[in-house]
T-cell receptor
Framework: ETGVTQSPTHLIKTRGQQVTLRCSSQ?????VSWYQQALGQGPQFIFQ???????GRGNFPPRFSGLQFPNYSSELNVNALELDDSALYLC??????????????FGPGTRLTVT | DAKTTQPPSMDCAEGRAANLPCNHS???????VYWYRQIHSQGPQYIIH???NNETNEMASLIITEDRKSSTLILPHATLRDTAVYYC????????????FGQGTELSVKP
């Protein structure tokens, strides 16, 4: 157990709909990253939030957006869902100490299916 | 693209040491080597990381060659629960939380 929780566990949506996924960080962690993992692939970095600001983004379109709250919990929002958005969505929390060396702890993920 | 190369799969007998290699020939001086594993349908689990010295923790040992172009993750006494996909990742000092996962090595520990 990493102390990182995600909700919901599973979700089914229809193409064109919008979805919000939630993540609670491990206590004391000020940085949250989100990843998308398609079946049979490694996780792909979507973006990172540090102190409520987006602080790095991968190769994902603007319809993928996020928020980080003062308690460091986070949301991932995806608009205009496409079939290819079906994946396991992972969040990871960490502590940014400025040393360049830190560990990320992943949650169990949310399995999103778009039909 | 991932900056590491790993064999796609490996087998190991239960109780024996599992040695998982990783090639990162283009690694820069300020880049760390991280290892994560992912058991089926779960989130990745942090194992260990290092810069240039060998590292050991309660889960594993990390051996980094002197030229830092390759490394080996060692699970000293593999158990069936160590069956997972193991990812070797190179992460730069200023990359923050961005981990670039490759395909990893699927380790099967057999009785």
């Amino acid at each position: 157990e990493t102390g990182v929780t995600q909700s919901p566990t599973h979700l089914i949506k229809t193409r064109g709909q919008q979805v919000t996924l939630r993540c609670s960080s491990q206590s004391g962690h000020n940085t949250v990253s989100w990843y998308q993992q398609a079946l049979g692939q490694g996780p792909q970095f979507i973006f990172q939030y540090y102190r409520e600001e987006e602080n790095g983004r991968g190769n994902f379109p603007p319809r993928f957006s996020g928020l980080q709250f003062p308690n460091y919990s986070s949301e991932l929002n995806v608009n205009a869902l496409e079939l290819d958005d079906s994946a396991l969505y992972l969040c990871a929390s960490s502590v940014n100490t400025g040393t360049g060396s830190y560990e990320q702890y992943f949650g169990p993920g949310t399995r999103l299916t778009v039909t | 693209d991932a900056k590491t190369t790993q064999p796609p799969s490996m087998d190991c007998a239960e109780g024996r040491a599992a040695n998982l290699p990783c090639n990162h020939s283009t690694i820069s001086g300020n880049e760390y080597v991280y290892w994560y594993r992912q058991i089926h349908s779960q989130g990745p689990q942090y194992i260990i990381h290092g810069l240039k010295n060998n590292e050991t923790n309660e889960m594993a040992s990390l051996i980094i060659t002197e030229d830092r172009k390759s490394s080996t993750l060692i699970l000293p006494h593999a158990t069936l629960r160590d069956t997972a996909v193991y990812y070797c990742i190179v992460r730069g000092y200023n990359q923050g939380g961005k981990l670039i996962f490759g395909q990893g090595t699927e380790l099967s520990v057999k009785p």
